[in-house]
């Protein structure tokens, strides 16, 4: 859910570019409810605080919750989590869900273009290259 530079955008490009059938939902799509009913993966990224509820999902659904927004002075995910448990396998917790790993994987490859700098500069002095 969602089609943003961040999250929705990238994410539907990854899943398609593995051969993944997946829709795409956003605010002018039709049949939106329906879609998200019979989703049995639903990654949304929206920004509507609490707007996927127990009634829109089906049984045993996994939920990614990558969209944030402000209520009440805190941070709500998209997701309205007290009111999925107990319908959905699994939920991400927002905050603090998909930021730890999305931290994480940034870190790696950081990590990976500083290795392969070093690596290009040291065969580079060496004259191996």
């Known amino acids: 859910m969602g089609q943003g530079i961040l999250v929705g955008r990238p994410v539907s490009y990854l899943l398609k570019s593995r051969g993944l059938d997946i829709k795409v939902i956003n605010s002018?799509?039709?049949?939106?409810?329906?879609?998200i009913k019979e989703a049995d993966?639903?990654?949304s990224a929206i920004g509507q605080g609490k707007f996927i509820t127990a009634e829109m999902i089906k049984k045993n659904v996994v939920i990614i919750d990558a969209g944030t927004s402000e209520a009440k002075g805190a941070i709500v995910g998209d997701v309205d989590s007290d009111s999925v448990i107990g319908v959905a396998s699994y939920l991400t917790p927002s905050p603090g869900g998909v930021g730890p790993v999305t931290i994480?994987?940034?870190m790696m490859n950081i990590l990976k273009v500083a290795?392969?700098?070093?690596?290009?500069?040291?065969?580079?002095n060496n004259n191996l290259i």
Do not use: W
């Not at 002018?28 to 879609?35: E, F, G, I």
């Open 28 to 35: 002018k799509t039709d049949n939106s409810l329906s879609l």
């Open 41 to 43: 993966i639903i990654i």
């Open 104 to 106: 994480a994987m940034l």
């Open 115 to 124: 290795q392969n700098k070093f690596l290009d500069s040291d065969l580079q």
